[in-house]
């Protein structure tokens, strides 16, 4: 009796010690090292943090960054396509002072406003137009692009020039957005794509698997192209637009490409972020960098993908498709007269 006690003992002990191993060590936390729920809403990107870090940028930013003037210039290219004019426009964050930079008389524009999240960045740009005589009405107001203080059908023109893509709730951002627009009013913004710092991405990865074993998330996930397009569509916008531009910068060094970075507040805001990038990580993402990237002339690449988006807010006026089944000639007879030998 004594030993089937004693055999069941051990058989039990045996089942513990294989479900200790079968069953994973993982550590789950609601702190701000993982990520959090608002409202049932999963949060990606910490938002008090990528705040602080346009306040730095604000004091960092260069006078002129070819950059972001580029693509600013790009986006506001699109109103001289447009034969109507935009007399009531309202700017959200990001590169807005290169869109102001950029303006120069485009889409009949009386009256912009500015937005961004940052006091900080508000008050620069409010000292840099104080300094400015031509231009539109100007107005500065701090808030958030997930929570637009914008009336309903009071703008006839959004814009966005990289910043959306810092957004938790991009697609509620964007319903706000078609929602402050007046009818027949414009969208337009320009986000960062899947492929922005590819090589840098690359660099990171390898050597935080050599220096550290495994790697951590240290830079932002973005949008590819074909989300750019479910995004207007799924925001309601009328005549959704989407291309794609592609930028390369030349750098002299990792270093120099991290602070224009921060120049730019497009450093890392992910709540489940590793909080340490440690110097030997740093120093060898710098070197692969180098090494595997490196041009002729010592400087390193760095590739910027750029995706545009237009959408309009529904009006009558605007193009609609014809209603299903209303075709009067069939695809058999287009191929019939128009269709190519096979001989």
């Known amino acids: 009796m004594a030993s089937g006690a004693a055999a069941a003992a051990r058989r039990l002990l045996l089942l513990r010690h294989r479900r200790r191993h079968l069953v994973p060590n993982h550590h789950f936390s609601s702190s701000s090292a993982g990520e959090e729920l608002d409202g049932g809403r999963v949060k990606i990107f910490d938002r008090d943090l990528k705040c602080r870090h346009r306040d730095r940028a604000a004091w960092a930013m260069r006078e002129t960054d070819p950059l972001v003037d580029a693509v600013a210039d790009n986006l506001l290219d699109r109103l001289e396509d447009c034969r109507k004019a935009f007399p009531s426009a309202f700017c ?145 916008f009328a005549l959704p637009g989407v291309d794609v531009d592609r930028y390369t910068v030349k750098y002299n060094s990792a270093l120099e490409l991290v602070e224009h970075l921060r120049a730019m507040a497009e450093t890392n805001a992910l709540f489940q972020r590793s909080p340490i990038l440690k110097r030997d990580t740093a120093l060898a993402t710098a070197a692969i960098y180098q090494s595997m990237f490196g041009l002729e002339d010592g400087t390193i690449p760095a590739t910027f993908q750029v995706i545009y988006m237009t959408g309009w807010k529904e009006h009558s006026s605007q193009q609609k498709p014809k209603r299903r089944g209303s075709a009067t000639v069939s695809f058999g007879d287009i191929r019939k007269q128009f269709g190519s030998n096979q001989d």
């Open 92 to 236: 959200l964050g990001g590169s807005a002072g290169a869109v102001r930079r950029s303006l120069r008389g485009r889409g009949g524009i009386e009256k912009l406003t500015m937005m961004d999240m940052s006091v900080d960045m508000v008050n620069k740009w409010r000292e840099l137009e104080s300094a400015t005589d031509d231009g539109p009405e100007m107005h500065f107001i701090v808030g958030d692009e997930e929570y637009l203080p914008i009336k309903e059908n009071s703008q006839d023109l959004i814009m966005s020039c990289l910043g959306l893509h810092w957004i938790n709730d991009l697609p509620g951002a964007m319903i706000q957005c078609r929602l402050a627009l007046k009818p027949d009013g414009l969208f337009l913004a320009a986000i960062l794509g899947g492929e922005t710092l590819k090589e840098l991405r690359i660099a990171c990865t390898i050597a935080q698997m050599e220096r550290e074993g495994g790697i951590s998330p240290r830079m932002s996930p973005l949008a590819q192209v074909r989300d750019a397009g479910n995004l207007l569509s799924r925001a309601g």
